[in-house]
């Protein structure tokens, strides 16, 4: 007699009768070998393109990868299946780093190639890989020579139209870029894409005529950060410089949506001009190399502070390092100038600050290079005046390691800084080095 396999609907338990037609017939279940494998759930491709945006961002400096680790690691990724390829490959491709110009030179052969097979007959008109990039990097790409610099120029002549869809772009502070390939960054489809720009070198200039760096500000109306660095200066080569309202009405930006500003090296050129002259109205962060107009008649950098000072939160005074270095002084009025500042980062020669239209300053951080027993005297004479003080960051300098000799904590910088923390301390503010670190007694 045959066995028969009875199914329950209630439980879905299979139930095994060996003698059904007996009077009393007897059932056991049927127990499998191996537990129930549940089906896998599908998951959404959005779900899906946020989990690996976590494990690309892990495969970086973030997640303590080296960069030669990090691309193994990424384009391991790819080739996991088809499926996980389809997901991952657009995020691959959202932020490029390249740190030479071989692979520059890959990259811009990928995007070509792709675009010369893309047809019309596809409902997407801008080809990919192109159209997924959104971060180039070329900070860590630097030119040993001429010829590299002619080559760099012309392989980004020919990316930026195949990437419509660039945010942010990132340039070595020591390559130029030329017209040609500002031109082309500037006319193509997407510049007002555009939310980061940094790394841009333009040479200082007091003139006002019509500049290719200006017209891409023009197009780039959603531009949010932007970094650019000057040639420096000699006083003696620059002409004074003399403004006029009808350059100051061609010359006005709309970019209403740049919080934050960074112009080293640079006292004047058309796009600081066209910065002093037009409505910033969501700048909080400014950083400049101070130049006073006494010493370069040129400048607009005093101008563009008194401008745009009223809405900043942070204020940065900063001189890049190099040879020769000329140091110029800073406005006494900083802090009547920029009533709603947080931090402020001096340079020296460090100012006589004052305040003489205010009772109190909202300052919270106040850094300066080092401590100076004449900057000391300015600060005590301010310190009445900005209760939310709370931190004196000392920026060049570092605290000696632990195991130092007592003589050697008190003598030179050491000393006068253990001496600003024992002042600052009886005040409740903070003394900390270039590493935001406090000192320890």
């Not at 009875?6 to 037609?21: F, G, I, K, Q, S």
């Not at 180039?136 to 012309?154: F, G, I, K």
């Not at 300053?361 to 310190?383: A, D, G, N, T, Y």
């Amino acid at each position: 007699m045959s066995a028969t396999i009875v199914l329950t609907e209630a439980t879905d338990a299979v139930w095994l009768c060996p003698r059904p037609l007996e009077l009393s017939p007897s059932r056991f279940p049927l127990i499998p070998l191996l537990p129930h494998r549940m089906a896998l759930k599908h998951l959404p491709s959005e779900i899906w393109s946020q989990i690996l945006e976590h494990v690309y961002a892990s495969y970086g400096p973030e997640g303590g990868v080296s960069e030669v680790d990090a691309v193994r690691l990424r384009q391991a990724l790819l080739l996991v299946s088809k499926d996980l390829n389809a997901a991952a490959l657009p995020i691959f491709y959202a932020r490029v780093y390249i740190s030479s110009l071989r692979v520059l030179d890959r990259f811009a052969m990928r995007l070509h190639v792709a675009d010369q097979r893309w047809d019309s007959i596809r409902r997407i008109p801008y080809s990919a890989p192109g159209r997924w990039v959104q971060t180039l990097d070329l900070e860590q790409l630097r030119c040993a020579s001429e010829e590299d610099v002619l080559h760099l120029d012309t392989v980004i002549n020919r990316i930026f139209p195949l990437v419509p869809f660039l945010s942010e772009l990132i340039v070595n502070a020591h390559t130029y870029l030329s017209r040609r390939a500002l031109f082309a960054f500037t006319y193509r489809d997407g510049a007002q894409n555009l939310r980061v720009l940094k790394g841009i070198q333009l040479i200082t200039s007091a003139r006002t005529g019509e500049d290719t760096f200006v017209e891409l500000l023009q197009a780039c109306t959603r531009l949010e950060e932007l970094e650019i660095v000057g040639s420096g200066v000699d006083p003696a080569d620059l002409p004074a410089y003399d403004s006029h309202a009808d350059d100051a009405a061609t010359y006005q930006l709309h970019l209403p949506f740049l919080r934050k500003l960074v112009a080293l090296s640079m006292p004047s050129s058309p796009a600081l001009f066209a910065l002093l002259h037009s409505s910033l109205p969501a700048l909080r962060h400014l950083t400049l190399t101070p130049y006073d107009e006494d010493s370069v008649p040129c400048s607009l950098v005093p101008r563009l502070i008194s401008a745009h000072g009223g809405k900043l939160t942070s204020l940065h005074l900063y001189t890049v390092k190099q040879w020769p270095t000329l140091l110029f002084p800073t406005p006494d009025t900083l802090l009547d100038i920029c009533p709603s500042l947080k931090h402020l980062s001096l340079e020296l020669p460090l100012p006589g600050l004052t305040l003489t239209r205010a009772e109190r300053h909202e300052l919270e951080i106040l850094s300066i290079p080092r401590p100076k027993q004449e900057f000391w005297v300015v600060l005590e004479r301010l310190l009445p005046k900005l209760p939310r003080l709370r931190f004196v960051r000392a920026r060049d300098v570092k605290w000696l390691a632990e195991g130092m000799s007592s003589r050697a904590l008190q003598t030179g910088v050491q000393g006068e800084m253990s001496l600003w923390r024992r002042k600052l301390g009886r005040r409740g503010i903070q003394l900390l080095d270039g590493e935001w670190k406090p000192g320890t007694d």
